[in-house]
């Protein structure tokens, strides 16, 4: 042997050993450190290799906010505390299916399948689209296909091969040749059995020692709801606010209102213990029983909204040159995924971020607000950037509000309540470029301060941890 030919060699085994090697650490990249003491560990490489999809549900995991938990107020309450896992057992099953798991597509397969974008309607018969086998030449093929929650047809299926357990949830597919198995293979298509609004279903497609799983998403589509901008901002925003006592300053942001705005709705919820009705046209004022509240009263007011969008005003607030409602449309307009955007109050422009984790399912989430927005901004409109929480002066999508609506068990106080609902729900940014101002607080707005003072703080707690299901939050 001469010594090239030799010194080939060996770079072709320090090639493959080092490929072996890099392969093992890669695979067992966790356990690392055991398995630098030898590379014989790498025996265990073919099974780890098997040539199946690896299915996994993430498993729970716990969170923490460095801070008190809100069970131990509840720890002489079983009831209470066993209510919330059970309901939060249901909403999981509500919320979860099998599109949640984990799907990793093993290696060096021969088998071609949909991984993502393969839905069907419930109970309609579709095509599965993209099935193929790919592999060296053979006498005979076979395939299986194995669905659970849906039945597998095959159109046609004389001419190709024999296909077997057509029309059932396990098919098997026989043919001579590639071109016959892919013919088939084809035409299969799958039926969900059960009508559901959202549902996956996992099918196993096996080939010899291949086995891989892909999903199957069964969605019944929805009825889109849009709205008609109409011909001009009247036609596009209702105002709309909520008041208890305060008629002198309910007047004073009324005619403010009217001195830009003159015939945009103004819709009032008034839950005032003698109620005065205002005056002036274009204006609803809906009156509820006595004190229900803040929270029941945004609900109400939002509920009548028929314009695609409306401006939220607190009562003591007063329109500006600076409050151009029509600037604040053109951000909506602009990012149609945005649901709210939120302005300037006074010089207030009150903007948190908060981190949500779902944690472990009996301890609840974590929830910390933060000051200030995101970095990211609404493009176009670096005024704007993306936020949780925005003051009371904001400018939303009625459709989307109306999803989540305001708590009416939060009578006097509950500001974040809402944007802590709203998390995941609704897409919402904070401008600086528009402004409303504060009325001047009057002598005499005793009685009203009296009722807005008064703690709610067990209400909010019990939120916190039975509707939200928080372990902790640091909103307290
Ligand atoms: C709640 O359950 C614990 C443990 O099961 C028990 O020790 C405690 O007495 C119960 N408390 C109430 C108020 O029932
Ligand atoms: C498909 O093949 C498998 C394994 O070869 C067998 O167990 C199963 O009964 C077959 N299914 C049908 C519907 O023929
Ligand atoms: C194929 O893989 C799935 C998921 O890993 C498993 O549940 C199923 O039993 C496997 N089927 C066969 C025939 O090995
Ligand atoms: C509306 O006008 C009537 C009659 O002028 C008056 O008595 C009433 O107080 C006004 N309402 C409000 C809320 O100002």
Known sequence: MSNTSHFRKSWLVFLLLSGVVSLCLVLFAPTLHKRLVGIKDCRTLPSALSSATKISRHPP??????????????KNDNGTVRRRQEEYRKHKTRTSSSLDLLLVAPANSPLQYPIQGFTVVPLQRTLIPGLGVYAPDRDKYKVSLEASRGLLSVEEPGTDGLVEGDGGNQLNITALSASGLNALLGRVHYTSMVYRLRMGDLVHFLFEKHNVTFPVVTQQPS??????????????????????????????????????????????????????????????????????????????????????????????????????????????????????????????????????????????????????????????????????????????????????????????????????????????????????????????????????????????????????????????
């Open 61 to 74: 995991t716990h969170c923490s906010c460095n801070g008190g938990l809100l069970k131990d107020f509840f």
């Open 223 to 476: 009825v889109p709801i849009i709205f008609d901008l109409g011909e001009d901002i009247n036609s596009q925003v209702t105002i709309t606010t909520k008041t208890f006592l305060r008629y002198f300053e309910l007047n004073t942001l009324i005619n403010s209102i009217r001195q830009y705005y003159k015939t945009m709705k103004i819709i009032i919820a008034d839950d005032s213990f003698d109620p005065i009705k205002v005056n002036g046209s274009d204006v609803e004022q809906y009156f509820m029983p006595p004190g229900q509240g803040w929270f029941a009263g945004r609900t109400l007011a939002v509920s009548q909204v028929t314009t695609k969008y409306f401006l939220w005003v607190d009562d003591d607030f007063y329109f500006t040159k600076q409050t151009q409602i029509e600037k604040l449309v053109e951000v909506m307009e602009s990012m149609p995924e945005l649901d709210m955007v939120g302005a300037v109050v006074g010089r207030n422009s009150f903007s948190f971020r908060m981190k949500y984790e779902e944690g472990h399912e009996d301890e609840g989430g974590c929830l910390l607000k933060f000051r200030g927005p995101y970095k990211e901004t609404v493009p176009g409109f670096p005024q704007c950037s993306l936020s949780n929480v925005v003051v009371n002066f904001f400018l939303a999508r009625t459709d989307s509000v109306q999803k989540v609506l305001f708590d009416p068990r939060l009578k006097r106080q509950g500001h974040t309540q809402f944007f802590v609902d709203a998390v995941g729900k609704l897409l919402i940014a904070s401008c600086n470029h528009i402004t409303i101002d504060h009325q001047r607080q009057r002598p005499g707005s005793g009685k009203y301060r009296s009722f807005r003072n008064h703690k709610e703080d067990d209400m909010h707690r019990f939120l916190y941890f039975f509707k939200s299901h928080f372990g902790c939050t640091n909103l307290f």
